[in-house]
Structures are given as structure tokens and as C-alpha cells.
């Protein structure tokens, strides 16, 4: 053997020392070649080399939690368009407190290109979504998405944007999913503040006839001035009740609402507002609730 090969044998050996020497420290000595020839192609190899339970680095890795309540989250983001979504900053800052919750609703987009909402779900790998068409009588047209993720099973939907227009500015989005042994229905929609006790008696009657577990969430404007005196929903549970500020300026009114019928009553857990929110952010708070889906 020559003393080229021998030296390239001998540099390779040491690197293979050094790079695995808190491994090898007093390993027999009878197994030390056997060892360091294996590591050694371990290390030529690594890049192939996935630890089990984990993914390449362009997919956020999140286990399943099965022992959580399922949480569901609503966001009237103001105005969100070009302008905020070419906000890194701000999308992260979304992104981190969307995705605390396995369902949420994304509300007030507005751009025709499509491209702001495709950049927040970039930020949220781990997300499916739907989302309706762009709707308003205005020039100013608006489309609300839903996000879910791997805890729950969407099993159909429909987007009531064409089929409604007569009865609301915005129409309703709603979907079904299927989640242990849950089943229930979101409605959710943005409700017109100039009309939103004739939008709310729409919203009531669409809601009702749904069978089974049902939940109204999104920016109703349910309160003064424009929806004054609960007139709708009266037999229903306002998980987000009066008490509740839900916007970011001074004025102190609940716009946004969760509303479950009977049957939502015995799954549901808590519910409440996340307030970490300036004005450069958002004029409305995150809402949202939390249920056990381990019960029908």
C-alpha cells in the first residue's frame, strides 16, 4: 500500500475520531475500528439521515394533539390586503396567534389578486383552508377563509356568496367537520353594520334549520350602535357575551360573537378574547372558544 492511501486512511480516521469522540470514549478497543468505520459512513451520509419523527425543514412538524380540546378562533384582520401582507413581520406575528387554534376564520380580506392570503398560509404549512368568493355591493369587496388543521375533518361546505346576495352584504361561509366523536357546523360570516338587525334575522333563520351542533362566529356588529337589543338567537348560548370588549380602540362594544345552539351546550368548555392586539394590527381582537369533542 502506498503512503498516499495510507495517510488518506489515516486523515479520514481521525476525523472520524474527532467528530464522534463523546461517542467512542472508552468504547473496548477490540470494537473500536468496526465503530468508527460505521459512523464514519454515517457521517459521509448525514444529509439523508432523517431522525425518526421528524420532517424536512420546509414543513413544521407538530404532533397530533389528541388529548386537547378542539379550539375555534375568529379574526376581522382590517382591511387585510398587498399592504399588510408584505409585512413579514406582521404575517409572522399573525401566524403565531392563529395557529394556537385548530379551526380559525380569517376576516375583511380584501385583494382581488389573492395574493395576501396565499402569503399568510405560507406561514401556516400545517394548515388546509377554504375560502369564499369576493362580495359586497360597493367597490369595497371582501372574502373571509377558514383554516383548519389535522384534528379535524372538514366534510363538506358551502360558500352561500351567490346564492344570498339578496339577503346579505357578505354571506355566509359554512362548513362541517367531523372531529372524535363530534359533528358540527361553523357559519361565519362579516355582517354589514348598516343592516345588521335584518342580516341577523337572515342569519338566525339559515342557522336554525341546520340539524345538529351548530356555531355562528365572525364580526356580527352585534351591538351599539347597530344591532342595540338582542332581538335573534334568544334560546342560544352568546359564548362572547356584553361583557366583552372586542375591539382595540377605545369604544367598548362587542361586534364579535360566538354563538352556540343547545345541542353545541354540553362540548363546549370556555371561551374568550386575546387581546394582545394594537391598532397597527388589527381594530378587532381574536375571539374564540374551546369544546370536547370526546362527547357527541
Known amino acids: 500500500m502506498s503512503k498516499k492511501w495510507i495517510i488518506l486512511i489515516v486523515a479520514v480516521l481521525i476525523i472520524g475520531v474527532i467528530y464522534y469522540k463523546p461517542e ?34 420546509n414543513y413544521t412538524y407538530i404532533p397530533k394533539k389528541t388529548t ?3 379550539s375555534i378562533a375568529c379574526w376581522n384582520l382590517q382591511a ?14 399573525y401566524a403565531n396567534k392563529l395557529d394556537d387554534y385548530d379551526i380559525f376564520v380569517v376576516q375583511e380580506i380584501r385583494d382581488s389578486s389573492g395574493e395576501a392570503i396565499e402569503k399568510l398560509a405560507s406561514k401556516l404549512p400545517t394548515y388546509n383552508y377554504i375560502i369564499t368568493k369576493r362580495a359586497g355591493s360597493t367597490s369595497v369587496k371582501e372574502q373571509e377563509a377558514l383554516f383548519y388543521n389535522s384534528r379535524v375533518n372538514l366534510t363538506q361546505y358551502t360558500d352561500w356568496t351567490d346564492i344570498k346576495a339578496s339577503e346579505f352584504e357578505r354571506p355566509p361561509l359554512e362548513a362541517r367537520f367531523k372531529a372524535d366523536n363530534w359533528t358540527f357546523t ?63 380602540s377605545d369604544i367598548d362594544a362587542t ?13 363546549l368548555i370556555s371561551g374568550g378574547v386575546m387581546t394582545d392586539v394594537i391598532s397597527s394590527q388589527s381594530d378587532h381582537y381574536l375571539i374564540y372558544a374551546t369544546f370536547n369533542s370526546k362527547v357527541p
Open 24 to 57: 467512542i470514549v472508552d468504547a473496548p478497543i477490540g470494537n473500536s475500528i468496526d465503530s468508527l468505520t460505521n459512523k464514519l459512513f454515517k457521517f459521509l451520509d448525514y444529509r439523508n439521515d432523517i431522525p425518526e419523527n421528524t420532517t424536512p425543514h
Open 68 to 70: 386537547e380540546p378542539i
Open 80 to 93: 387585510f390586503g398587498k399592504t399588510k401582507a408584505s409585512n413579514d413581520n406582521l404575517l409572522y406575528y
Open 186 to 248: 361553523i357559519y361565519s360570516l362579516h355582517i354589514d353594520p348598516d343592516n345588521a338587525e335584518r342580516e341577523m334575522i337572515y342569519l338566525e333563520r339559515m342557522a336554525s334549520n341546520n340539524i345538529g351542533d351548530t356555531i355562528v362566529i365572525g364580526d356580527l356588529n352585534a351591538d351599539y350602535p347597530y344591532y342595540p337589543e338582542k332581538k335573534n338567537f334568544l334560546d342560544w348560548n352568546w359564548v362572547i357575551n356584553d361583557s366583552v370588549d372586542t375591539t382595540v
Open 255 to 267: 361586534y364579535d360573537r360566538i354563538i352556540i345552539d343547545k345541542e353545541a351546550e354540553n362540548n
